[in-house]
């Protein structure tokens, strides 16, 4: 039999059981719920939103999973992890068997159990989603690894004979990291150049606390720190040290993982009054500089009254639900395409309605009004739906006469980033394309020897997942390459 006719044959079987238990009035069964903070509660304290499953829950969750042969869902997962048999060892109530498994492919499963937008990705793709709600697979993910966590007692993968090779990888957001310890299981010997005081990227100094708390990203570092990897904070490689410096002081090997946090702006009248922030700076004072505690923290931070937020993408409901957390009385979201074309994840945007946020889609700020050097208004316009653009989506056009104004003490831009120039430009040689981003082949090897780079530097913004997954294949490559070094 050909190999496509058996996988349709296996597939048809998938949903004829299916169809079965529906005929015997057993419906496909309902997703176990989670617990989360009530709104009320949660938009005045910083704790985490989404309270992960019992192991009681965990385990009925888990015995939802159909076990396909197929397993499509692990075709959804950019790093390959074999969903199917850490549910099954759930299932059974084998939780350390279940981490264990996970962290055969991914080594930071408390972070991604949380942030993956697992519902574009191995969610999307779980036979069960076909008649009824898929396995929810990130969270049985994040009760795994924070039944880990919380046991104290983390286990570490066997790792391969040192080498006398070592690999200096630069930026230690989801990509770096995941590069780094990767390396150091095969024996390298490897250092994290990172720019800022604490390591995480992302992960730390953008993702809001109640999503993903620090203590998580911590203990996640902490563990890559115990693979062997040194990480050397207040490191700006392009100014500090050049990475043709760090050639000389002995690295065979350089992964560059910078992401791309350089902030875009709107480009109009205004945008320099005091009070209108980068998402970048309102989230890095917020998170990373503890900007909330002022003046136990000595980071500022204008807490407005009334906020605008402009965006429609995770960073925009961050944002827009921080700006609630410090205390505004009224948060507006200007987003100027459809509700649908929100790049945010769906729960994300969720939270952020019931928690009270005022959707104002197809709308953007046309100007900014301000008072003695701060802004004060934001004068707005409505958009409709033209042509399809580039993006394939379709470009929002300006509704002549439709302007309005709302009061604001605080504005946050958040409709994207881009490459930073400051490493690019210090490295001679090194390729770029489109708008800075750092050119490489399929396997993250960039034009100029011995370098390689992967996550948001290379695709653009992205995902933490999809980072993770480039620095897991440079890896290989930069295995590879050692290989062939005298
Ligand atoms: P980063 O995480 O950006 O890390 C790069 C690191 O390099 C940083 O620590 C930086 O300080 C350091 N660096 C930069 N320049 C230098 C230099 N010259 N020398 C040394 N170090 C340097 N993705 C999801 O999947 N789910 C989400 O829910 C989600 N929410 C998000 C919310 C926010 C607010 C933001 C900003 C992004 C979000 N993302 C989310 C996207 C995701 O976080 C990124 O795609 C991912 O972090 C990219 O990883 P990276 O390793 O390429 O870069
Ligand atoms: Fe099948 Fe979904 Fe279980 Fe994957 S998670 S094995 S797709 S039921």
Same mark, same amino acid.
């Given at each position: 039999?050909?190999?496509?006719?058996?996988?349709?044959?296996?597939?048809? !079987?998938?949903?004829?059981?299916?169809?079965?238990?529906?005929?015997?009035?057993?419906?496909? =069964?309902?997703?176990? =719920?989670?617990?989360?903070?009530? #709104? !009320?509660? /949660?938009?005045?304290?910083?704790?985490?939103?989404?309270?992960?499953? *019992?192991?009681?829950?965990?385990?009925?969750?888990?015995?939802?999973?159909?076990?396909?042969?197929?397993?499509?869902?692990?075709?959804?997962?950019?790093?390959?992890?074999?969903?199917?048999?850490?549910?099954?060892?759930?299932?059974?109530?084998?939780?350390?068997?279940?981490?264990?498994?996970?962290?055969?492919?991914?080594? %930071? #499963?408390?972070?991604?159990?949380?942030?993956?937008?697992?519902?574009?990705?191995?969610?999307?793709?779980? *036979?069960?989603?076909?008649?009824?709600?898929?396995?929810?697979?990130?969270?049985?993910?994040?009760?795994?690894?924070?039944?880990?966590?919380?046991?104290?007692?983390?286990?570490?993968?066997?790792?391969?004979?040192?080498?006398?090779?070592?690999?200096?990888?630069?930026?230690?957001?989801?990509?770096?990291?995941?590069?780094?310890?990767?390396?150091?299981? %095969?024996?390298?010997?490897?250092?994290?150049?990172?720019?800022?005081?604490?390591?995480? +990227?992302?992960?730390?100094? +953008?993702? =809001?606390?109640?999503?993903?708390?620090?203590?998580?990203?911590?203990?996640?570092?902490?563990?890559?720190?115990?693979?062997?990897?040194?990480?050397? *904070?207040?490191?700006?490689?392009?100014?500090?040290?050049?990475?043709?410096?760090?050639?000389?002081?002995?690295?065979?090997?350089?992964?560059?993982?910078?992401?791309?946090?350089?902030?875009?702006?709107?480009?109009?009248?205004?945008?320099?009054?005091?009070?209108?922030?980068?998402?970048?700076?309102?989230?890095?004072?917020?998170?990373?500089?503890?900007?909330?505690?002022? #003046?136990?923290?000595?980071?500022?931070?204008?807490?407005?009254?009334?906020?605008?937020?402009?965006?429609?993408?995770?960073?925009?409901?961050?944002?827009? /639900?921080?700006?609630?957390?410090?205390?505004?009385?009224?948060?507006?979201?200007?987003?100027?395409?459809?509700?649908?074309?929100?790049?945010?994840?769906?729960?994300?945007?969720?939270?952020?309605?019931?928690?009270?946020?005022?959707?104002?889609?197809?709308?953007?700020?046309? /100007?900014?009004?301000?008072?003695?050097?701060?802004?004060?208004?934001?004068?707005?316009?409505?958009?409709?739906?033209?042509?399809?653009?580039?993006?394939? /989506?379709?470009?929002?056009?300006?509704?002549?006469?439709?302007?309005?104004?709302?009061?604001?003490?605080?504005?946050?831009?958040?409709?994207?980033?881009?490459?930073?120039?400051?490493?690019?430009?210090?490295? =001679?040689?090194?390729?770029?394309?489109?708008?800075?981003?750092?050119?490489?082949?399929?396997?993250?090897?960039?034009?100029?020897?011995?370098?390689?780079?992967?996550?948001?530097?290379?695709?653009?913004?992205?995902?933490?997942?999809?980072?993770? +997954?480039?620095?897991?294949?440079? *890896?290989?490559?930069?295995?590879?390459?050692?290989?062939?070094?005298?």
């Amino acid at each position: 039999m050909l190999k496509g006719s058996s996988v349709d044959a296996r597939s048809t !079987k998938r949903e004829k059981v299916i169809d079965r238990l529906e005929q015997n009035n057993k419906q496909v =069964p309902s997703r176990i =719920p989670v617990s989360e903070q009530t #709104p !009320k509660e /949660r938009v005045s304290n910083f704790n985490e939103v989404t309270l992960g499953y *019992t192991a009681e829950q965990a385990v009925a969750e888990a015995s939802r999973c159909l076990q396909c042969k197929l397993a499509p869902c692990i075709q959804g997962c950019p790093v390959g992890i074999s969903i199917p048999s850490f549910i099954k060892l759930i299932k059974e109530g084998n939780f350390r068997g279940a981490i264990n498994k996970i962290k055969e492919k991914n080594c %930071l #499963p408390t972070v991604c159990g949380r942030v993956c937008p697992q519902e574009n990705q191995c969610e999307k793709l779980c *036979t069960l989603g076909k008649k009824g709600e898929p396995v929810a697979i990130g969270r049985l993910e994040r009760f795994v690894a924070d039944y880990e966590r919380e046991s104290g007692k983390i286990s570490l993968p066997k790792k391969k004979e040192p080498t006398d090779k070592k690999v200096a990888v630069v930026g230690s957001g989801p990509a770096g990291l995941t590069c780094a310890g990767d390396l150091a299981k %095969l024996g390298h010997k490897v250092t994290i150049f990172e720019a800022l005081h604490k390591p995480g +990227g992302v992960l730390l100094y +953008g993702i =809001p606390e109640f999503r993903l708390p620090k203590a998580v990203v911590e203990s996640e570092i902490s563990y890559i720190k115990k693979l062997g990897v040194e990480i050397k *904070t207040n490191m700006v490689v392009g100014k500090i040290t050049t990475i043709d410096e760090l050639f000389y002081e002995g690295y065979d090997a350089i992964f560059i993982g910078v992401g791309a946090g350089l902030p875009r702006f709107l480009k109009v009248p205004g945008e320099n009054f005091n009070g209108i922030y980068s998402a970048n700076e309102f989230l890095t004072r917020v998170n990373l500089m503890k900007a909330y505690l002022f #003046p136990k923290y000595d980071t500022p931070i204008k807490k407005g009254e009334n906020v605008v937020v402009v965006g429609g993408g995770n960073v925009a409901m961050d944002s827009a /639900r921080t700006a609630l957390r410090l205390g505004a009385k009224k948060v507006y979201l200007l987003y100027r395409r459809a509700k649908e074309d929100m790049p945010a994840r769906k729960e994300e945007v969720q939270h952020a309605k019931e928690e009270g946020i005022d959707f104002r889609i197809l709308a953007t700020p046309k /100007r900014f009004i301000g008072i003695e050097g701060r802004v004060s208004a934001a004068e707005c316009v409505e958009t409709r739906l033209g042509e399809l653009d580039n993006s394939g /989506r379709r470009k929002p056009v300006i509704k002549e006469g439709s302007e309005f104004l709302l009061a604001v003490d605080v504005v946050i831009v958040a409709i994207g980033a881009k490459a930073n120039p400051l490493l690019p430009k210090a490295t =001679p040689g090194l390729k770029l394309y489109k708008e800075g981003y750092i050119a490489t082949d399929q396997n993250c090897v960039t034009s100029k020897e011995g370098i390689f780079a992967g996550g948001d530097i290379v695709t653009g913004s992205a995902t933490v997942i999809s980072a993770m +997954g480039t620095g897991r294949k440079a *890896t290989l490559e930069i295995d590879r390459y050692l290989a062939t070094l005298k």
